[in-house]
């Protein structure tokens, strides 16, 4: 029988703030780095340094633009000004204003959960966008956690809108996380960290290398 290669599953590497960092992330394989525009998180990125970033690597790697209940404005400035292929919305907006931003943007949206109990699931159904991210709940909380959620709640999930999946993953649990959700791609920040915004390449490399999934052979 003839056979073909699983892919290695894809990664998001968030939470980016550094050239170097973004450099060695798509050097390693990354699908897709990340910058939080949203200025209370301790990973936010600087506009200008982002900015050059895109400039350099835009044709090796997607950009996401992670953004918490920013006008629809602002998303759109900085989709164009930073030439972003995604935008991650990781707020309270509604599916509307999800729909409104892939209109004004051009950009896959990828809406993002915080994963608590089944009942999250039901309220995503809601969401017709290009990808679902979901991430650990913690009260107060719009990510950047650094804590696992309980995998086996995506059995509740009747949607098939491609998974991201986050909430403290490294290079430890990543491949177990792969194993059970069975996702588009992870997203990845704080587990390949030496302090937040800084990535860590030594545990970079590691969780690279734990999330590329072996080869299997496919029928055909």
């Given amino acids: 029988m003839p056979s073909t290669l699983s892919d290695v599953t894809r990664v998001k590497v968030c939470g980016i703030t550094r050239p170097e960092d973004a450099e060695l992330a798509v050097e390693l394989g990354a699908w897709a780095l990340g910058f939080i525009l949203w200025r209370r998180s301790p990973r936010a990125a600087d506009p200008a340094v982002a900015a050059g970033i895109s400039r350099a690597l835009r044709r090796r790697a997607e950009l996401a633009g992670v953004f918490v209940n920013a006008s629809l404005d602002e998303i759109a400035q900085a989709a164009e000004a930073l030439h972003l292929s995604h935008v991650q919305l990781h707020g309270d907006e509604g599916p509307s204003f999800c729909a409104e931003v892939a209109r004004r943007t051009g950009a896959k949206v990828i809406k993002a959960v915080r994963v608590a109990g089944a009942s999250d699931f039901q309220d995503l159904e809601r969401f017709h966008t290009d990808f679902h991210l979901l991430d650990t709940s913690r009260r107060g909380s719009y990510g950047g956690t650094g804590e696992t959620w309980d995998w086996a709640l995506l059995a509740r999930r009747r949607r098939s809108v491609p998974v991201i999946l986050s909430g403290g993953l490294d290079a430890a649990n990543v491949a177990d996380g792969i194993a059970a959700v069975d996702p588009y791609a992870v997203d990845v920040a704080s587990g ?26 496919v029928e055909g």
Avoid: C, N, R
Avoid at 202 to 212: D, G, P, S
């Fill in 192 to 217: 390949v960290e030496a302090s937040p915004g800084v990535k860590d390449p030594a545990k970079l490399a590691a969780f690279m290398a734990a999330a590329a999934t072996q080869p299997v052979e």
